[in-house]
């Protein structure tokens, strides 16, 4: 079958050393939120010595662990052409139910690793029930998802506020002893949030880049049509995206919950915001079809050390914090736009 | 002389695509220019109506230099461009649309009244039906380009250049655009026309000139110059044979797929069809008389509210195209920007997109890919002559390629190919038709969906004709002719007349 076809395999060859070169304006877009990250950590040395200290590395890279969970959720939910509002609110509920259930099988189980694991259990199904909520919603509904994720985000977060009366829910002490070891303790040195933090990173980015549903999310995000048309089945594909937020916020709450062993209305206010922007400064399209795990890592753990470096110094008040946020932010994504623009692509 | 292009180049990076390119345009004549897609035509066009910067050349207007910096540059001049892929805001008004950009004031407010006034004029002359409060969202692809010209109307035009207007226009507007071109004509103004059909610039034009790898070919009056020695100098070659003997069709070649009594709410009243083993089937019909709409329907895309679907006489359920898919029936879509190819993307998970599980062991093999890749090149003459990365950057007869080798990547039985040549040189074409002859040489069955009478009575063994979403009629050897074709189109023959004629 391949007579008439291949009649002009000369033009192909020639075409392929031109392809290389072009890459390499490409790499340079590629490796900038790294190459921020370098540069704002430089300043924080510059700035006080004792930010490359290892406790301080290690409490900003735990710290950055919860946004950075949430914010690998969210690559996939952007890359996917859509958005998740609620996952802020979403962590606060999961932590009221959590706790509210762990509490209350306390009498059965006693203060053991059984009620923590149920605790656990229940979160993480919770966050996939949560996340299909907003899938099938936008999806079969076929509601827009800012709609849709606003919508539950205003329910989430005022079923946490009902569920804790308007006060704060706290965790049983005698529980809270066994869980804190999930928030505070560490193996080989690194702390267990930074761990889960790794692990999620690392499984994210096989799943975006080496398996059918990351390729597919790429697809969605770029052409809904083209990717019905290449036999996807597109409503389910975005439903997962939002399980996979879902699980994500549960996990990210199951490390969160023994930090302060407690949960209020005021529980991951903005957090959803932040995630965004994580995974905007990683490199990702906010309109989707391009998407980026260790970008997305970077961003969050750029967010952290915002802070840390501000508390660190006297030069800015920490109040500050969300204006040079803001301020980088708003910069990374001009210098991915420009040199998006430069390379024609 | 109205326009002039003298000794123009121009070079994307290290990539010149016009070499030392002369053009003469004059006032009252329409000139087509021709080329195979990749030619140069689209950029050369664009440098004129101040969408590009030549590298070096000039352009003159009325022999003096003109250095257009942007289009509105040139639309000043009267030098206005309509584009081939539509350049209107969707959610506008037809008006809106029309005045954008250069909307008639009365003080501080939109003069909503005279816009609207001009803008019902110029449809008028166009002897369109079109709204212009309607929202162009909600317009036809052909309304769409009425409106496209309209604007261009309503502007001070000397020069209007034409990038394929006739792609998504039906036979009966194709003649409304050119009588309004006949007109324009003789107001004066000069008329720069492309088009890969070279029946309508046989018919249209008063000078041709023909571009080939950015070089000036050829460029002389219509009259002396037939179709066939312009298609071999657009190709550099001769082609003969365009269409290639069909294949023998044993008598007792069995039936591997069969659509019974398909309902579409909207778009099909009635129709049944069946596939032969090793046969083309064509479609014929009017655009909007149901063909795509059937077929998407039998392959699950689009909804049906009747219907039944035998593949080798047993019945099956295709609910969505991945159940297609797996009953071994690719399907090619005629929209390859739209629905066919995710542009952005790179080239090779295009062309793996459809098939992508014979890749993954479970996770995605890369080197796997890229093989099946190059493989793809090489058998469908994918060439990579500019350094794309990515669909959008190939050139309208590659792209359509590349949706081949995507659609091709499952192996079917059966291949459901809609408008394959839209948009592409004559080399291409030649290309794809003898890909169609290959693939019944090897036992596959295709359904051929074309707007293009001499594709479907070239290639097919039997055309099935549609009319206002009922199939009208099957024709067979003998039958198959422009004029039978023409009359079941238009339902003056065929089932389901009377219906029409008294329902």
């Given amino acids: 079958m391949s007579s008439v076809m291949a009649n002009n395999k000369t033009t192909n060859k020639a075409a392929n050393p031109t392809a290389r070169q072009k890459g390499f304006a490409i790499d340079l877009k590629t490796w900038g939120p790294f190459v921020a990250l370098v540069v704002l950590a430089l300043l924080g040395v510059l700035i006080n010595p004792a930010f490359l200290g290892l406790d301080n590395l290690s409490n900003m890279l735990t710290r950055s662990a919860f946004i950075g969970i949430i914010a690998i959720g969210a690559t996939f939910v952007i890359t996917a052409g859509g958005l998740d509002l609620s996952v802020g609110a979403m962590a606060a509920f999961i932590a009221g139910v959590m706790i509210i259930l762990m509490n209350s099988l306390v009498e059965q189980f006693g203060a053991g690793l059984t009620t923590v694991l149920f605790g656990i259990g229940a979160s993480l199904l919770l966050g996939l029930c949560a996340g299909f909520i907003n899938g099938i919603v936008t999806t079969k509904g076929k509601i827009e998802a800012f709609i849709v994720t606003l919508g539950t985000m205003g329910i989430y977060r005022s079923l946490v506020t009902y569920l804790a009366d308007g006060g704060t829910l706290t965790l049983d002490w005698a529980v809270r002893d066994i869980y804190r070891p999930v928030y505070y303790g560490s193996f080989l040195g690194i702390t267990i949030p930074v761990w889960v933090f790794f692990f999620v990173a690392v499984i994210g980015y096989i799943l975006l880049n080496y398996t059918r549903f990351g390729r597919y999310c790429f697809a969605i995000g770029s052409n809904e049509k083209v990717a019905e048309y290449s036999a996807i089945h597109v409503d389910r594909i975005k439903t997962m995206t939002y399980m996979l937020q879902g699980v994500c916020v549960a996990l990210a709450t199951i490390i969160y919950v023994p930090r302060l062993g407690s949960a209020s209305g005021a529980t991951g206010v903005l957090w959803e915001l932040e995630a965004i922007a994580a995974v905007i400064i990683g490199g990702t399209m906010l309109k989707g079809g391009h998407g980026r795990i260790w970008g997305t890592v970077v961003g969050a753990i750029m967010l952290t050390m915002i802070g840390n470096i501000l508390n660190l110094t006297d030069a800015i008040s920490n109040y500050l914090n969300g204006t040079v946020q803001g301020i980088i932010i708003i910069v990374a994504v001009y210098l991915q736009r420009a040199s998006w623009r430069k390379t024609g692509a | ?503």
């Fill in chain 2, 1 to 503: 002389m109205l326009l002039s292009a003298r000794k123009i180049c121009r070079s994307f990076g290290d990539n010149q695509v016009l070499f030392d390119v002369d053009l003469d345009l004059q006032a009252g004549e329409v000139h087509a220019l021709l080329g195979e897609n990749g030619a140069g035509k689209s950029t050369l066009v664009k440098i004129l109506a101040g969408y590009l910067r030549p590298t070096s050349g000039e352009v003159l207007l009325e022999g003096s230099q003109r250095h257009y910096r942007a289009s509105d540059e040139a639309e000043a001049d009267g030098v206005v461009m309509i584009h081939q892929e539509l350049a209107l805001a969707e959610q506008l008004s037809v008006e809106e649309n029309i005045f954008l950009g250069r909307e008639l004031r009365r003080g501080l407010f939109l003069d909503r009244r005279a816009m609207r006034e001009r803008s019902r004029e110029a449809l008028a002359e166009l002897e369109t039906d079109v709204d212009p409060r309607a929202r162009v969202k909600d317009l036809s692809t052909s309304d769409q380009q009425m409106v496209e010209i309209a604007k261009a109307i309503t502007r001070d035009v000397r020069v209007l250049i034409m990038d394929e207007p006739t792609a998504t226009l039906t036979e009966n507007e194709v003649k409304v655009l050119f009588a309004l071109i006949a007109r324009l004509r003789q107001r004066g103004v000069a008329i720069l026309y492309i088009s890969h059909k070279l029946r309508e610039i046989e018919q249209i034009a008063d000078r041709v000139t023909v571009l080939r790898d950015g070089h000036l070919v050829d460029s002389g009056p219509m009259a002396g110059r037939s179709k066939e020695e312009l298609a071999r100098l657009m190709v550099g070659r001769e082609i003969n044979e365009m269409y290639p003997p069909l294949t023998h069709l044993p008598a007792d070649a069995p039936v591997v797929l069969e659509a019974r009594e398909f309902l579409v709410p909207g778009a099909v009243k009635q129709a049944s069809f069946t596939l032969r083993r090793g046969e083309v089937l064509g479609f014929g019909g009017v655009v909007g008389a149901g063909r795509t709409a059937l077929l998407e329907a039998v392959l699950g895309i689009r909804a049906k509210s009747a219907g039944q679907v035998l593949r080798n006489g047993q019945p099956v359920v295709l609910r969505h195209l991945r159940d297609a898919v797996r009953h071994r029936i690719a399907y090619l879509t005629e929209d390859r920007k739209g629905k066919g190819l995710v542009l952005n993307m790179d080239l090779r998970s295009n062309v793996t997109l459809l098939n992508l599980r014979a890749h993954c062991h479970p996770l995605i093999d890369r080197r796997r890919e890229e093989h099946a890749f190059q493989e793809a090149i090489q058998r469908f003459d994918i060439r990579l002559r500019t350094a794309a990365r990515t669909a959008a950057e190939l050139s309208g007869g590659n792209q359509q390629k590349l949706l081949l080798a995507k659609v091709m990547s499952i192996d079917p039985e059966i291949v459901i190919i809609n408008e394959p040549t839209r948009g592409i040189d004559v080399g291409t074409k030649h290309q794809i038709y003898h890909f169609i002859h290959e693939l019944t040489e090897a036992g596959r069955s295709v359904i051929l969906i074309s707007s293009e009478m001499g594709e479907l009575i070239g290639l097919s063994h039997r055309v099935a004709v549609m009319c206002a979403g009922v199939l009208t009629g099957v024709l067979e050897g003998e039958q198959i002719n422009e004029q039978e074709i023409m009359q079941y189109a238009s339902g003056i023959k065929g089932v389901g007349v009377d219906e029409q004629r008294y329902g």
